[in-house]
């Protein structure tokens, strides 16, 4: 009996206080623009991953004003929070910025982005499903002037998102780890890009994103650990 029970407790205590946390996930949804000048841009029925109670919605926008910042994002009627410092422009034209939901439903929802201002001729959105990720960001970081590379620390099990715009680019490469979401046209030599990583064991990423030509690029990112 002593051995059975003496089995047991370590099974128990060995539970309580060596389980790991599951890994948060990170899934690329969708990309969209919009080339007219407006404040606010609807992208109507935007795919947001599958429906989950601890899945979060990371939307990335972007717009080709570096005057104008985002007012509000809501996600399917849900409002959004700008992630804290993932908010960036590059000094004459471009603006980023990563904001946050919690979508428990749907498969697709409208994403609204109201921007301080009439953006100038083009807005867009990146936009990932995030799945047992804490509340709270672990690390951001910004640049906006080459060569485009930041350290981003990430705990075992965490994720890490980062978008970034630009007006001369014709295309965008990310370094591995990261991989590319996507890489898409805006307006004529506006591009948009992103790129995301999930990683087995805490460290830390240099986000490397390295434009077609240099000038006028902003980027951001941001890591997320386990709940």
Same mark, same amino acid.
């Given at each position: 009996?002593?051995?059975?029970?003496?089995?047991?407790?370590?099974?128990?205590?060995?539970?309580? &206080?060596?389980?790991?946390?599951?890994?948060? !996930?990170?899934?690329?949804?969708?990309?969209?623009?919009?080339?007219? !000048?407006?404040?606010?841009?609807?992208?109507?029925?935007?795919?947001?991953?599958?429906?989950?109670?601890?899945?979060?919605?990371?939307?990335?926008?972007?717009?080709?004003?570096?005057?104008?910042?985002?007012?509000?994002?809501?996600?399917?009627?849900?409002?959004?929070?700008?992630?804290? %410092?993932?908010?960036?422009?590059?000094?004459?034209?471009?603006?980023?910025?990563?904001?946050?939901?919690?979508?428990?439903? %749907?498969?697709?929802?409208?994403?609204?982005?109201?921007?301080?201002?009439?953006?100038?001729?083009?807005?867009?959105?990146? $936009?990932?499903?995030?799945?047992?990720?804490?509340?709270?960001?672990?690390?951001?970081?910004?640049?906006?002037?080459?060569?485009?590379?930041?350290? $981003?620390?990430?705990?075992?099990? %965490?994720?890490?998102?980062?978008?970034?715009?630009?007006?001369?680019?014709?295309?965008?490469? &990310?370094?591995?780890?990261?991989?590319?979401?996507?890489?898409?046209?805006?307006?004529?030599?506006?591009?948009? !890009?992103?790129?995301?990583?999930?990683?087995?064991?805490?460290?830390? $990423?240099?986000?490397?994103?390295?434009?077609?030509? $240099?000038?006028?690029?902003?980027?951001?990112?941001? !890591?997320? %650990?386990?709940?």
């Amino acid at each position: 009996r002593r051995t059975a029970i003496g089995v047991q407790l370590m099974t128990m205590f060995g539970s309580q &206080w060596f389980a790991a946390r599951a890994p948060a !996930s990170v899934v690329f949804t969708d990309s969209a623009v919009n080339t007219t !000048s407006q404040t606010t841009y609807t992208f109507t029925n935007h795919p947001i991953g599958t429906a989950a109670a601890n899945r979060k919605i990371i939307v990335a926008a972007e717009c080709a004003n570096n005057a104008r910042t985002v007012s509000t994002i809501t996600v399917g009627g849900v409002s959004a929070a700008l992630i804290s %410092g993932t908010r960036v422009s590059e000094p004459s034209t471009t603006q980023v910025e990563l904001w946050q939901a919690d979508v428990p439903t %749907g498969t697709t929802g409208t994403i609204v982005v109201a921007w301080s201002g009439v953006s100038g001729t083009r807005g867009s959105i990146g $936009v990932w499903a995030v799945y047992g990720a804490g509340s709270v960001e672990h690390a951001v970081a910004i640049d906006n002037s080459s060569p485009y590379n930041q350290d $981003v620390a990430v705990p075992a099990g %965490g994720i890490i998102v980062a978008a970034c715009i630009g007006i001369t680019a014709t295309s965008f490469t &990310w370094d591995s780890p990261m991989v590319e979401s996507y890489d898409e046209l805006i307006e004529h030599t506006t591009y948009h !890009s992103g790129a995301h990583y999930a990683s087995a064991a805490g460290e830390t $990423v240099t986000v490397v994103m390295t434009p077609s030509t $240099v000038d006028a690029h902003a980027m951001a990112a941001v !890591s997320f %650990g386990p709940a």
